[in-house]
């Protein structure tokens, strides 16, 4: 590899400090939620101005733009011609919630971070893609293959830019209508390199009979950590991890940090708290009494034990289970489940296993949606070791090749890799249970920003010396 080259790359990068910042913060104000379905905007019209955005920021720098039709996709590529390496970026974001000491959509430069919802999951790895993109075209580096960055827009809420969106003749999906690259890389994750994934599913359990005297609503999108119960009760009991409000009816109020599905708490979030002030209150009858608790269970249950779906120890982990939210149907509780499964268990097994324990609990299944398939590529491959060496090279660990369990385009696309470039690294002081992917204050650190250009600067050129991928 040409060290004289990778130099210059660094200087550049380097200097680059004041850029980053400037085009994190622009793309991050535009909240780009998931929102109302329009003509040419498939995914509602914040996802569509981030894309938008993005082309003309990329034709402004030399950049080649794409747009491609009926589908909330568009690529800068270095140059003409087609592409055989995708960089695949989102530039959607989860709801912000409430509960933030910093403003969601008026971004800040922070003791070296950015702070915003999206900042890194995962506009600043867009703008370090970018980025490196055009330092290569300002200093005229020519390969032996073109590559590009795709950026999408509904990654955060089912992919429907891949794959599809049934009625929707604006979302028919990228992979149904356009050439994949030979090579994908994914930066929505970590360093060295995610090989395979685990799959990804939604199971919603509802109470067969309605509640007596109270309604939860838990996890909605603008307070995705918070959890409200109103019980048709006088008496005002005491309780030590809610708020409570006494009137004509009881209000409990009970909140916890919000996390990404992937991880979810084993000492559970608000609804383990929202369903124990409950049994804690004394104010439900006995039949509410035990929907509540096993509530209550199935938010403690991260590892799907009490339904059975326990599974793992292989290549892509261990299974893993996160209430989601809950909210009233008909005066019914319904609880919506996140899965994310190993290749050891399938879709069909666990909606089975779960609709045998949910029924002899008083619940049955009311839908379940299969999201993503557990995928394995190979992980000894050329690209694979070198990309890996690479990443250890410029963080100084000294890591192994990977499984993903969060979510990722690499799900989608053929030949397809997660690598690097996890943001969130905590300035010194701030709130551990703040700053992360879909949390409050979520922030992307400038440094990680630059090294991730750098490791990706040496694989693009690492990859031009490979005969093939």
């Known amino acids: 590899m040409n060290t004289e080259l990778i130099k210059k790359i660094d200087e550049l990068v380097d200097a680059d400090y004041d850029n980053i910042v400037k085009d994190v913060i622009e793309l991050v104000n535009i909240k780009s939620v998931r929102g109302e379905p329009l003509p040419g905007a498939p995914f509602g019209e914040g996802p569509k101005k981030v894309l938008d955005r993005v082309l003309e920021i990329g034709e402004e720098r030399g950049l080649i733009p794409r747009e491609y039709k009926d ?12 592409i055989d390496l995708g960089i695949w970026i989102h530039g959607d974001v989860v709801p912000e919630g409430d509960g933030w000491d910093f403003e969601p959509y008026n971004a800040v430069e922070y ?99 309605p509640f007596s005297g109270v309604e939860i609503n838990a996890g909605l999108p603008e307070s995705p950590g918070r959890a409200v119960a ?29 996390k990404h599905l992937a991880h979810p708490d084993p000492n559970g979030n608000m609804i383990t708290l929202i369903t124990k002030g409950l049994l804690q209150s004394g104010l439900l009858c006995e039949e509410d009494k035990k929907m509540v608790e096993f509530l209550r269970r199935i938010s403690l249950d991260v590892e799907g034990e009490i339904f059975g779906v326990k599974s793992g120890g292989g290549v892509t982990g261990d299974l893993t289970l996160a209430t989601k939210d809950v909210i009233m149907q008909d005066g019914k509780a319904e609880i919506c489940i996140n899965i994310r499964y190993p290749i050891e268990i399938t879709f069909d097994e666990i909606v089975e296993r779960m609709a045998r324990v949910s029924a002899d609990n008083g619940f049955e299944v009311s839908r379940a949606n299969r999201g993503v398939n557990p995928y394995l590529n190979p992980c000894d491959t050329e690209v694979v070791l070198k990309l890996t060496e690479i990443a250890n090279s410029i963080t100084g660990w000294d890591q192994k090749p990977y499984t993903v369990g969060g979510g990722t385009y690499a799900h989608r696309l053929p030949n397809a890799y997660v690598y690097g470039m996890s943001g969130c690294f905590r300035p010194e002081g701030f709130p551990a ?16 920003l630059q090294n991730a250009m750098k490791i990706y600067a040496r694989a693009m050129l690492a990859l031009d010396e490979m005969e093939q991928w």
């Open 71 to 82: 589908t909330g996709v568009v690529s800068l590529a270095l140059d003409e011609g087609d």
């Open 111 to 209: 003791k070296g971070r950015v702070i915003g919802r999206g900042a890194t999951d995962n506009k600043g790895q867009l703008v370090a893609t970018l980025r490196i993109l055009q330092i290569f075209k300002q200093l005229g580096i020519k390969l032996n293959y073109i590559p590009a960055m795709y950026v999408g827009s509904n990654e955060e809420t089912g992919m429907g830019d891949m794959i599809g969106v049934p009625g929707n003749d604006d979302a028919k999906g990228f992979v149904n209508l356009y050439k994949c690259p030979k090579l994908s890389l994914v930066p929505d994750g970590g360093f060295p390199m995610g090989y395979g994934g685990k799959g990804g599913m939604y199971i919603w359990l509802r109470a067969k009979k």
């Open 433 to 448: 249970d703040r700053g992360g992917a879909h949390g409050k204050d979520e922030l992307v650190s400038v440094f990680r």
């Open 230 to 258: 109103i019980v048709n009760a006088k008496q005002c009991p005491e309780l030590t991890d809610c708020t409570v409000e006494c009137g004509e009816k009881v209000t409990i109020t009970a909140e916890s940090a919000p």
